[in-house]
């Protein structure tokens, strides 16, 4: 059976988690590693956070870093945030109550 597809919002969420999990800067490999990604196939995931503000390159010594920028921290806090909701809507319809992941400071209904 083949897992579930993640959607492009929690790929790019996981890409950032793993980045601000490593003090705000990873390179490509450990992120591939985070993500559970290739990095063949995560290239251009990462092209598309550069582009869009949520992570900025640094190159040294032939080495290159991804850093978490305060945009790619808001995207997080927005993301987390309405995952909670949404997951709190889920739960009510079955009986449940779901909660974030540990350590990412949101919790269901937070405003």
Same mark, same amino acid.
Not at 7 to 34: K, P
């Given at each position: 059976?083949?897992? %579930? /597809?993640?959607?492009?919002?929690?790929?790019?969420? !996981?890409? *950032? =988690? $793993? $980045? %601000?999990?490593?003090?705000?800067?990873?390179?490509?490999? %450990?992120?591939?590693?985070? @993500?559970?990604? #290739?990095?063949?196939? *995560?290239?251009? @995931?990462? @092209?598309?956070l550069? &582009?869009?503000?949520?992570?900025?390159?640094? +190159?040294?010594?032939? /080495?290159? !870093?991804y +850093?978490?920028? #305060? &945009?790619?921290? +808001?995207? *997080?806090?927005?993301?987390?945030?309405?995952r909670?909701? *949404? =997951? !709190?809507?889920?739960?009510?319809?079955?009986?449940?109550?779901?909660? #974030?992941?540990p350590? !990412?400071?949101?919790?269901p209904?937070?405003?």
């Amino acid at each position: 059976m083949r897992a %579930r /597809r993640r959607e492009t919002t929690d790929l790019f969420a !996981t890409i *950032l =988690e $793993v $980045v %601000r999990a490593h003090q705000g800067e990873a390179r490509i490999t %450990r992120i591939s590693y985070g @993500a559970g990604m #290739p990095v063949d196939r *995560l290239r251009p @995931a990462v @092209a598309q956070l550069l &582009r869009l503000g949520l992570l900025e390159s640094h +190159a040294d010594d032939d /080495r290159t !870093t991804y +850093a978490i920028t #305060p &945009r790619g921290h +808001a995207y *997080l806090t927005t993301y987390w945030r309405l995952r909670g909701f *949404l =997951e !709190t809507l889920d739960g009510d319809a079955d009986g449940r109550r779901r909660t #974030p992941p540990p350590g !990412t400071g949101g919790s269901p209904g937070a405003q």
